[in-house]
């Protein structure tokens, strides 16, 4: 897993999908271990992550979940697709949109998840699809289990991010906002939530 094979896939893809790939870089470790921070570190957890890009959270994950688990990759990009299959063959990797995370996860014999991680450039949806991925998103999450994503400090008070955090308090009675990551390029904070309203 080669840190410079990653960059250079993220980049062509991001260049390729600039609507799809709303990152600037892969995310940095501090970040990467912060998001994965919330999943399950004991037992036989199943944890999905959307939008795992080049799998630099995914990673993290896999140094925190105990042997058993199960870690599933929902990508909708064909060319992460393939490099994740390719450099990650521990992880089970579906493609797929996210907007139909319940029926995806249905395919492959899972109906409810320990923990979602989410790497999608969510101020790049509009506000439909924005409800329409966290819906799916609060509808597979087992009693208690938590939903984390990012966002990038320079932005968390623009309008789009504004609105997004509107979202996640609409949609979880729970939503905590942690310190930002200054050693992230760029610096970003992340949103753990509990408990869908």
């Avoid at 921070?37 to 999905?48: I, K, L, T, W």
């Avoid at 955090?165 to 390029?185: D, I």
């Amino acid at each position: 897993m080669s840190p410079v094979r990653d960059f250079v896939t993220f980049v062509s893809s991001a260049v390729r999908s600039p609507a799809v790939i709303g990152a600037v870089a892969p995310s940095g470790r501090a970040l990467s271990d912060l998001l994965a921070s919330v999943a399950p570190a004991e037992g036989q957890p199943v944890v999905v992550e959307l939008g795992p890009g080049t799998g630099v959270v995914s990673a993290a994950l896999r140094r925190r979940l105990p042997e058993g688990a199960r870690h599933i990759a929902v990508e909708i990009d064909p060319g992460m697709v393939e490099h994740l299959r390719r450099t990650r063959p521990w992880l089970e990797v579906v493609e797929g949109d996210a907007a139909d995370l319940q029926k995806l996860l249905a395919d492959i014999g899972v109906d409810q998840v320990d923990a979602a991680i989410s790497g999608l450039p969510w101020t790049l949806f509009p506000e439909s699809a924005q409800r329409g991925i966290i819906d799916q998103v609060t509808k597979v999450l087992a009693p208690g289990a938590p939903f984390t994503t990012f966002a990038y400090s320079h932005v968390t008070r623009l309008p789009t991010q504004r609105r997004f955090r509107g979202v996640l308090e609409s949609e979880f009675s729970e939503v905590h906002v942690t310190p930002t990551v200054w050693r992230n390029l760029p610096p970003a904070l992340a949103y753990q939530c509990r408990n869908p309203r």
